[in-house]
């Protein structure tokens, strides 16, 4: 068996260099993952600004029905204004439905990215435990080997000393 199990890999770097190279590529993904999150969060706060105007916009709107109400014009001309201002917010509230519909459908495949992210950050996660699992194996199994190369040299060098007390008594 080969002693050196690891000198003849290509990549000259040790064996915990390449390790925290990993490490390193690792947590630059949880970065990029990070950063794509903020992004998202910018999204959502964009929407939500949307929201209130729309809000804003159908309150003016609620606001301006209810004078016209409160008026209660009997005139015919007063009332077929009305009737065309009606009209007119019914078609603003179409264009707004329709605005509203392709904001829910961006935040549906938002929500979709988000959670394909969050599948891979699990995925990530997953894989850097077994990472780490191996990684504890394969640096103990290291060790033992050690341990055992030091126990077999220190008895052939307790062997060695015996051999030089013999050698000595002899000379003297």
Not at 115 to 138: G, P, W
Request: proline share 2%; hydrophobic share 45%.
């Amino acid at each position: 068996m080969n002693e050196e199990p690891t000198k003849g890999l290509p990549d000259k770097r040790s064996f915990e260099e390449r390790v925290f190279a990993r490490f390193d590529a690792i947590d630059a993904r949880f970065d990029a993952i990070d950063a794509r999150f903020e992004a998202v969060d910018a999204r959502f706060e964009a929407v939500d600004a949307r929201f209130d105007a729309l809000d804003a916009r159908f309150e003016a709107v609620e606001t301006r029905l209810e004078k016209l109400e409160a008026r209660a014009y009997d005139t015919k001309p007063i009332w077929e204004r009305a009737l065309a201002a009606i009209m007119e917010m019914g078609l603003e509230l179409g264009e707004v439905k329709s605005k509203v519909t392709g904001i829910e459908a961006r935040v549906t495949e938002i929500e979709t990215r988000v959670a394909v992210i969050e599948s891979d950050v699990a995925s990530i996660k997953s894989n850097y435990a077994e990472m780490k699992r191996d990684l504890k194996h394969q640096v103990n199994r290291r060790i033992d080997l050690i341990l055992s190369f030091l126990l077999e040299e220190r008895d052939d060098i307790r062997d060695a000393e015996d051999k030089i007390r013999q050698l000595e008594t002899k000379l003297a």
